[in-house]
């Protein structure tokens, strides 16, 4: 057989190039073969993060409501500790409900802030899930209860204000507790007595006050009647010096035209809300956790806790809207 009919054989049983290659023309360098490679190397990862995180269509002609399979995790924003970081550890207390657009903002960027002062910390995000109004004081309490022995001071933290200059002050508050979003600085309230917005303190100190009053559902004044239980235990209010940030030293995230709070006044609540609880706290709020489950926002690890809280209607009977 000669030349040119063995080369017409070969064809024939599927010899030569392979398939793929026939597609180019001449010969390919390596230059050509290691493009080719990035490219499909790109392509499978961007089909596999489509696949898995529910953007475009379901792989394999799956149908809506078939689950997907999960995206790997991402890779941790910061090292979570490191051992030149110190002793304490801080619990982030996170009143929550209903506002996931600012918890996925909110859970990478204080673990980022957290980490790069070198602060231990925990995130606990204190989700309601029963049908009464919120109650702000009451989750507090729900999350200093919750937080475990290996933390020994707590951050009471809105969802919706994160801190962005660096040099404000989350470390061990031991001379008392430490106002960070201080009336100078926060973008909102400024009154000489408010201690809202993200306020640290020592869990003895926390104790002490025997935490904050379980009466407040909706909107408002806990932090006030709070200010008045830190003075009667003796304790006086820090905050920071030498910010030169001024209003600008947050970020507000809360827009109120899209999301109306809760500022109903119901009943007595009106007259009650500017009374002193002398008898209610730690010591008489009453919860059960549906459930706990540790997870990861954008590769930053935090603690939800769906919470049912009580509500004795007898005592305070605005904590529902009926």
């Known amino acids: 057989m000669g030349p040119a009919r063995r080369r017409d054989a070969l064809r024939l049983r599927g010899g030569g190039s392979p398939p793929l290659l026939r597609l180019f023309p001449g010969r390919l360098s390596a230059f050509p073969l290691f493009l080719l490679a ?66 996925l903002a909110f859970v990478p960027y204080m673990h980022r802030f957290l980490s790069k002062k070198g602060i231990r910390h925990r995130i606990f995000i204190l989700n309601q899930v029963d049908h009464f109004r919120f109650n702000r004081a009451s989750l507090i309490n729900v999350g200093f209860l919750e937080s475990g022995n290996d933390t020994d001071y707590i951050a009471m933290h809105d969802v919706d204000l994160l801190p962005l200059n660096e040099h404000l002050d989350y470390s061990f508050p031991e001379a008392g507790p430490f106002h960070v979003a201080s009336p100078e600085l926060h973008p909102l309230y400024h009154y000489k007595t408010y201690v809202g917005g993200i306020l640290l303190l020592t869990k003895q100190h926390y104790e002490l006050c025997n935490g904050m009053s379980n009466r407040f559902w909706g909107w408002g004044r806990e932090d006030d009647e709070f200010y008045r239980r830190i003075k009667g235990a003796g304790l006086q209010v820090r905050r920071p010096s030498g910010i030169t940030t001024g209003y600008e030293t947050f970020q507000h995230l809360h827009d109120p035209a899209w999301r109306k709070r809760d500022q109903k006044r119901i009943a007595a609540q009106k007259q009650e809300q500017f009374k002193v609880d002398r008898e209610g706290g730690l010591n008489n709020v009453r919860y059960r956790i549906e459930s706990r489950t540790d997870l990861s926002v954008a590769g930053a690890p935090c603690t939800v806790l769906n919470i049912l809280l009580d509500c004795d209607t007898n005592e305070t009977p605005w904590c529902t809207f009926g």
């Open 38 to 103: 990035l490219l499909l190397g790109f392509a499978s990862l961007l089909w596999l993060q489509l696949s898995c995180s529910g953007e475009g269509p379901a792989p394999g002609g799956q149908h809506r409501g078939v689950p997907r399979q999960p995206c790997p995790p991402p890779a941790p924003l910061q090292p979570q500790e490191e051992p030149a970081w110190g002793p304490h550890r801080l619990a982030l207390l996170v009143p929550f409900r209903e506002r996931f657009e600012e918890l």
